[in-house]
């Protein structure tokens, strides 16, 4: 049984910083890409990061610079640190899993966690 449990999450203000963490079980962790989603109220899931098998990155360009996904396979962890949040950032965060390689539609995404709350005030 795969599980996704995220972590991290929580009340910060408008310039701060947060680490999340995703600890995957039940998976070959390291054959597979990593990505952390986000949905903020009244707003469709969003893509935020993506870490694929071989440790390539990309992220959405309204994060791009402030957040950094990292992962360590030997922990069955993956990483989203998260600075300079912005108010905008607020929402829940989602912890997915797929195949190798990066893919950037939520459906293309076989496991989720079920979400930390980060919220950023102004």
């Keep these: 049984q795969v599980q996704l449990v995220e972590s991290g ?13 995703c600890a995957a079980s039940g998976l070959i962790f390291s054959n597979r890409a990593m990505a952390w989603f986000r949905q903020a ?54 912890c997915a899993a797929r195949g190798y390689i990066i893919r950037y539609n939520e459906n293309d995404y076989d496991y989720w966690g079920q979400g930390t709350q980060v919220t950023v005030s102004s």
Excluded: C, H
Excluded at 49 to 76: C, E, L, M, P, Q
């Design 9 to 21: 999450g929580g009340l910060v203000q408008a310039g701060g910083s947060l680490r999340l963490s």
């Design 41 to 94: 109220p009244g707003k469709e899931r969003e893509f935020v990061a993506a870490i694929d098998w071989g440790r390539g990155t990309d992220y959405v360009a309204s994060v791009k610079g402030r957040f950094t996904i990292s992962r360590d396979n030997a922990k069955n962890t993956v990483y989203l640190q998260m600075n300079s949040l912005k108010p905008e950032d607020t929402a829940v965060y989602y």
